[in-house]
C-alpha cells in the first residue's frame, strides 16, 4: 500500500514515522507548503520524496492512499480532490468544517468505492479499548453520565475554537462508547485573546437519561485529562497523565429500595474495593494506521470512518449555535 502524506507540521511527522515502520506500507511522498517543514522532513527520511504541491501527490498514479493532515478548513478541498483521483483518505479530526461538505464526502467515496478514515487517535489507545470493553461485558451496567476535563495552557488555534480543537476526541470516545443517541446539546464558553473562544462547557443529552458533560481550556495554568463515566453497578475513572492504572474501576453506588412513596425512599451507598485493569502497552496512531491498512486491503468498513467523523461534526456545529446564543438548548 503506498501512502503520501499531506502536512508535515505537528501531527504529520508522527503520521510519517508510523507509515515507514510499517510492514506491507510504503511511503512515497510527502507535501507541506513550508519550506522548514519541507526540509525536516528530507532530513530525517532522504529516499522520501519532497514537494510544496499537494497535487503532486493526489495526482501521483503511484499513490494508493493519502493522510490529509492539514488545518481543518483544508480537509474538505483536498479529500475531495484525492477521492476525484481514486485515493483512500485518512484525515485529521475534526472531519470537515461543516456537516454538509463531510455528507458530500461521504457519497462520493461511497460512490467511487473507496474509504475514508478520521483520525480519532483515542479511540485506539489501550485505556479508550479497555473501557470499551468493560462496558460491553455490562461491568458498570445502564450508564448514567461521562464528565471530562481536558485542559491545558495553549496549544492556540487561529482558525478553530477551543471545542473545535479538544472537544472531538471526547466527542469521538463518547460516540463509540455510548450506545444511546444523542439529542440535545448546550454549550457556553468565552473567547478572551485571538477572537476564538478559549475556555468552553458542553453538556449532551442522550437518550436513555445519559448525561455528558464536556469542559475544554486553552487557558489552565495545569494539564488536565482525567474522565469520569458512572454506571448503575460501578464507576469508573480514567486519568490519562498517569503513568501507571490510567484506568481505575470503583465498585460504588447508590440503590433506593423504597419507591412508595417520595418521603419515604431508602438510598443505600455501596463503597466496594477498586480495581486497574492491565491495559495493553501499543502506540495508539500505530494501530490506528494498521487498522486502516487492515480495511484497506480487506474491503472492511472501519468503525471510525467518514459517518463517524460526521456525527462529531454535527455535535460540533450543534455546540457552536448554542455558544452563539449564549448556552441555548439545540436539538440534534
Not at 27 to 40: S, V
Not at 223 to 245: F, H, Q, Y
Request: with cysteine; proline share 3%; net charge negative.
Amino acid at each position: 500500500m503506498k501512502f503520501g502524506v499531506i502536512g508535515y507540521g505537528y501531527w504529520g511527522p508522527n503520521i510519517v514515522r508510523n507509515l515507514m515502520n510499517m510492514e506491507g506500507v510504503e511511503m512515497l511522498a510527502i507535501a507541506d507548503t513550508n519550506a522548514a517543514a519541507r526540509k525536516r522532513a528530507h532530513k530525517a527520511y532522504p529516499s522520501v520524496t519532497t514537494t510544496s504541491n499537494a497535487s503532486d501527490l493526489i495526482n501521483s498514479t503511484e499513490i494508493d492512499a493519502v493522510a490529509v493532515v492539514t488545518p481543518v478548513w483544508t480537509h474538505y478541498d483536498l479529500t475531495k480532490q484525492a477521492l476525484e483521483q481514486g485515493k483512500h483518505v485518512f484525515v485529521e479530526k475534526p472531519f470537515t468544517s461543516n456537516s454538509a461538505q463531510g455528507e458530500e464526502l461521504i457519497e462520493l467515496a461511497e460512490r467511487k468505492n473507496l474509504t475514508i478514515m478520521v483520525d480519532h487517535t483515542f479511540l485506539f489507545t489501550p485505556s479508550v479499548v479497555k473501557i470499551s470493553e468493560l462496558i460491553k461485558e455490562g461491568t458498570l451496567g445502564k450508564l448514567y453520565y461521562y464528565d471530562s476535563t481536558r485542559v491545558n495552557l495553549g496549544l492556540f488555534q487561529h482558525d478553530i475554537n477551543v471545542l473545535w480543537d479538544l472537544a472531538p476526541h471526547d466527542l469521538s470516545i463518547m460516540n463509540h462508547l455510548i450506545e444511546a443517541t444523542p439529542e440535545a446539546i448546550v454549550a457556553t464558553g468565552q473567547g478572551h485573546l485571538n477572537g476564538h473562544e478559549d475556555i468552553a462547557f458542553m453538556t449532551i443529552y442522550f437518550s436513555d437519561k445519559v448525561i455528558a458533560h464536556i469542559n475544554v481550556n486553552w487557558l489552565s495554568p495545569v494539564k488536565i485529562r482525567t474522565t469520569l463515566i458512572s454506571g448503575e453497578k460501578r464507576m469508573l475513572v480514567w486519568n490519562d497523565l498517569e503513568p501507571d492504572e490510567k484506568v481505575r474501576v470503583y465498585d460504588k453506588g447508590v440503590k433506593i429500595t423504597n419507591r412508595e412513596g417520595v418521603y419515604d425512599l431508602l438510598v443505600n451507598y455501596r463503597s466496594g474495593d477498586m480495581w486497574a485493569p492491565h491495559l495493553d502497552q501499543a502506540e495508539a496512531l500505530h494501530q490506528e494506521l494498521s487498522y486502516f491498512v487492515d480495511c484497506l486491503s480487506s474491503g472492511r468498513q472501519p468503525f471510525n470512518d467518514g459517518s463517524s467523523g460526521l456525527r462529531v461534526v454535527k455535535m460540533l456545529e450543534a455546540a457552536s449555535e448554542s455558544l452563539s446564543k449564549r448556552g441555548s438548548l439545540v436539538y440534534l
